[in-house]
């Protein structure tokens, strides 16, 4: 309290209150965003610090400036938020490298949102201002990607490079921006050294071996494919007038300084000529032959000790080496790279295909990178590859990916297909095509003009062998308007069952008193409404058609909302929320709604204190009187415990102290609770003591129901019950507390529906499934001219030689991320898919697996593999980064398969393997 009194003090010449805080930070924010801009400076900050701070400040969910929320294990969110102390960078903080000039560098595994929070340096210096703090960690905004793919990033992790002097083996932590140029990097490697910036010679010295002298120039970092904490290479050059004597360099290399060559860097293309990327003439030094360590270059990115394929060795089975998590890269590399198809492809010439016009591609650079990279895993036998060029071209068009986070192998591989199509692509001037509204033709005319059309804009290899047809039928709810289009499919990303629909525990009564109350658990679609919860209730209850349910959420014991709108969306409705339905005869609409709660007066709080808590769920029924009075009121109480009487059965008697079964005459359950408390004095009104009349302003105090009383009611009313020590003896209130536990310990189970076991087919029926749209994707109905939620319908028209599917493991929203490690039973041979297809033209169904992308572990720090198969020697490996090593085929199936590649059988295949 002292240290918080003392800060407060501190601070107070500076402070605002909170609502003032919140405001000018508000207010500074927008304004940084909308002039967000490259070269901005933003400031990182704690999220746990920031939190704080928003909960001092009153933010709700809809103004929090960052998206990250205590999670419910964090009980500071219940208490009085108080004045945060200093801001406290410390927890962000890499306490064992420090740059050199002072530099902070960042642990690497943050998550934005989660770890961390940025804001513009206007609300940096506020936040200072009023509570001093740090360390400041400054990060500017930079652009990423090429050509229309640019975006604006605040760059959180600088590059942070590793600088070997090879004077004295002396090592340095530089920091630079990805984009700051070759030229700053001379500059600040000079200045550090202390050496003539002329003199310098700077080597890229990836794993410790040189691949290129990095030239003086105005290409950027990243454009130089320079790694995240990779090493470089200081050397000095003398006066080219005269040679000095030989020297060694940081390996033990003898070096020869002499003259320099003029050079150029090349990119090799694939089965075609070099290409100068256009770099000044600069010069190199020349390591004398017999040395143990050979020079390397871009086109060759080899590590172990050999760049080539041994005499003998096998292609395909290379590993590649990781960069910093990049294991997601490596998993989907190695099983496009392992695609028998592509493999032909790219193995040969296709630079006649190479799209350099087409502006959704990338100016054929990721079609080259990637065939490059194919080749190098094909052709270096067991050498694992370092995949920096790839990386580097991946970086350029897809910022995305630019970063040492884990990202997802399938949005990766997503990125990947379509990319490579555009850069592939033999269209080179896309026609535009009106598509026309084809209602009422017959489905086979209707799909083959869509593909014609497709195929008109999109040819290439990956279309030729990756991409199928569906069909998607939406019907408007309102007006019944069915409009049928069909789509080109790439890859099925199927939901798991357990992510398409949910279980959900209702607990119905009966609103006549006519039985007792009983919990169903019902399986419904995760984006249904309430019509499909109350259909699925009604199907699980066995209600009758001449009866109805009135679906309700209970709160702290009270009925909190009635659900009344079937349209409402079931995502509104938490798991955790405590749902009732009463039953009611015929429709139970037009009449006034009575509500009663129950209270405990026989616990040891009203005892002792006089506090009367409320228990269990409350009954309900609608009232026939508009006026009705107390003795009315009474006989409706009545009618609805009737069905929580205990029987003679069920009743323990206690006599002299032992325990007996039956039922003497002093515990006879009376006609109604109240029977013993209307009472005659003095002419008086008889007084129903076991019940409140509850107040306009809805407090918890209220009077009395006398019998005679004439209640004027409203639309809802509410009633309390109070539950002495007699009515607990007649009455098992059991039955209204937490009816799956009473249920379940009483020897009965709520009624569940069976679960489908989670297949591969269980998952493709699942995604074919018609269902609503969600609210964010609704659907122009061109009858209605309005957008309805209307409900879709897919088909599989047409499929692909090669099949790729994605299972839905991870599940998104704004506060939460999850996964769900469930074991899915996929086939490895003989996959038919015959009876899910609609298009019948005699092409085979049957599908055989030869690769898998893994994903262990969880969202923060998993991990990925892949399996595939080598087809000429039917025989799966294991590829995990750098490590390859054979695998059985019986080990193959695990919860950890994440995307399945499959391929066509054709029906020779089919009669050869039989």
């Not at 940025?118 to 210096?125: M, R």
């Not at 794993?207 to 790694?227: D, F, G, M, W």
């Not at 269902?771 to 319908?793: F, I, S, V």
Request: overall charge negative.
């Amino acid at each position: 309290m002292g240290a918080q009194m003392d800060n407060q003090a501190a601070t107070s010449c500076f402070a605002c209150n909170p609502d003032q805080e919140k405001e000018i930070v508000k207010q500074l924010s927008e304004e940084a965003e909308l002039s967000f801009k490259e070269g901005d400076l933003f400031f990182v900050i704690s999220a746990r610090w920031f939190s704080g701070w928003e909960r001092y400040v009153g933010q709700s969910g809809d103004d929090c400036l960052s998206e990250w929320q205590p999670s419910d294990s964090d009980d500071s969110t219940s208490k009085p938020a108080n004045r945060p102390g200093p801001i406290d960078n410390s927890e962000l903080i890499e306490n064992e490298i420090q740059s050199e000039g002072g530099d902070q560098d960042m642990v690497r595994t943050l998550l934005e949102g989660k770890d961390y929070v940025l804001v513009s340096e206007k609300v940096w210096a506020k936040l200072v201002q009023w509570y001093k703090g740090g360390p400041a960690l400054p990060r500017k905004v930079i652009s990423q990607g090429v050509f229309n793919k640019k975006q604006l990033n605040v760059e959180v992790y600088p590059l942070r490079l590793k600088l070997i002097d090879s004077r004295d083996d002396s090592m340095y932590t530089i920091r630079f921006s990805k984009k700051a140029s070759s030229h700053e990097l001379y500059e600040k490697v000079s200045a550090l050294r202390g050496v003539e910036r002329e003199k310098c010679l700077i080597w890229d010295y990836f794993n410790k071996r040189r691949h290129s002298r990095l030239l003086y120039s105005s290409h950027t970092l990243e454009e130089l494919n320079l790694q995240m904490d990779q090493e470089i290479l200081l050397e000095l050059q003398v006066d080219r007038s005269y040679a000095s004597q030989p020297g060694k360099d940081s390996t033990g290399n003898e070096l020869a300084v002499v003259p320099m060559e003029p050079q150029r860097s090349h990119q090799s293309i694939a089965g075609g000529s070099s290409v100068s990327n256009g770099h000044s003439t600069s010069y190199s030094l020349n390591i004398k032959p017999g040395n143990a360590n050979s020079t390397f270059n871009d086109a060759d990115e080899g590590f172990g000790g050999q760049s080539s394929s041994r005499k003998g060795e096998k292609g395909g089975l290379a590993g590649l080496q990781n960069l910093g998590n990049t294991c997601f890269m490596n998993s989907a590399l190695q099983c496009l790279v392992h695609t028998p198809p592509l493999v032909d492809y790219f193995l040969q010439d296709y630079t006649a295909e190479i799209n350099k016009e087409n502006p959704l591609g990338m100016h054929g650079e990721l079609a080259l990178a990637f065939g490059e990279l194919l080749r190098k895993l094909w052709s270096s036998g067991r050498t694992t590859i370092a995949p920096r060029a790839f990386k580097g071209k991946l970086a350029l068009f897809a910022p995305q990916f630019s970063g040492y986070n884990q990202h997802d192998s399938q949005e990766l591989l997503a990125f990947l297909l379509d990319g490579l199509h555009e850069d592939l692509n033999r269209v080179k001037r896309k026609p535009y095509i009106e598509m026309k509204d084809r209602s009422g033709h017959p489905d086979e005319e209707v799909a083959n003009e869509s593909w014609q059309y497709h195929k008109a804009r999109n040819d290439s290899v990956i279309v030729d062998v990756c991409q199928g047809q569906y069909k998607s039928t939406l019907v408007c709810p309102d007006c019944s308007k069915v409009s049928v289009t069909f789509d080109p499919l790439m890859y099925l990303s199927l939901p798991l069952p357990s992510t398409v629909t949910r279980s959900m525990t209702v607990t119905v009564f009966y609103g006549d008193g006519s039985g007792l109350p009983m919990p169903y658990t019902v399986s419904v679609s995760k984006h249904g409404q309430c019509r499909d919860l109350l259909q699925s209730l009604a199907a699980a209850c066995c209600l009758r058609t001449d009866e109805s349910l009135l679906l309700a959420e209970v709160y702290k014991h009270e009925i909190y909302r009635f659900f009344e709108n079937p349209s409402l969306l079931l995502t509104s409705i938490k798991d955790e929320e405590h749902l009732v339905a009463y039953r009611f005869p015929g429709k139970g609409t037009g009449k006034k709604k009575l509500e009663i709660i129950h209270r405990d007066s026989s616990s040891a709080d009203f005892l002792i204190a006089g506090i009367r808590k409320n228990f269990g769920a409350p009954l309900f029924t609608y009232l026939e009187e508009d006026s009705p009075t107390g003795a009315d009121i009474d006989v409706v109480v009545s009618r609805l415990l009737a069905p929580l009487r205990r029987t003679s059965s069920s009743m323990i008697a206690y006599n002299n102290g032992e325990m007996s079964t039956g039922c003497s005459a002093e515990c006879e359950p009376k006609d109604h609770p109240m029977d013993d408390d209307v009472k005659e004095e003095n002419g008086a009104s008889q007084k129903l003591t076991n019940q409140l009349f509850l107040y306009e302003d809805q407090s918890l105090i209220g009077e009395p129901i006398f019998r005679d009383t004439v209640i004027k009611t409203g639309n809802h009313n509410k009633i309390f019950l109070d539950w002495s020590e007699e009515e607990h003896r007649l009455y098992d209130s059991s039955y209204l507390k937490d009816l799956p536990d009473v249920y379940h310990k009483t020897g009965f189970s709520a009624k569940k529906t069976r679960q489908e076991a989670i297949s591969l087919f269980s998952c493709l029926e699942a995604f074919l499934r018609e269902e609503p749209l969600g609210p964010d994707d609704m659907w122009y109905c061109p009858n209605c001219k309005e957008h309805r939620q209307a409900t879709k319908k897919l088909d599989l028209w047409m499929l692909p030689e090669i099949l790729v599917v994605h299972m839905k493991r991870f599940s998104y929203s704004r506060w939460l991320k999850n996964k769900l490690d469930s074991f899915v039973d996929f086939p490895i041979h003989d996959l038919d898919l015959s009876k899910y297809v609609k298009k019948k033209d005699g092409n085979s169904c049957t599908y055989e697996l030869y690769a898998i992308s893994n994903h262990y572990g969880g969202l923060g720090g998993g991990h990925y593999t892949a399996y595939a198969k080598l087809t000429d020697e039917d025989r799966w490996y294991s590829f995990d980064d750098s490590r390859v090593s054979p695998v059985n085929e019986a080990d193959i199936k695990t919860s950890a398969a994440y995307v399945l590649f499959y391929r066509r059988v054709k029906p020779q295949d089919q009669r050869e393997a039989s």
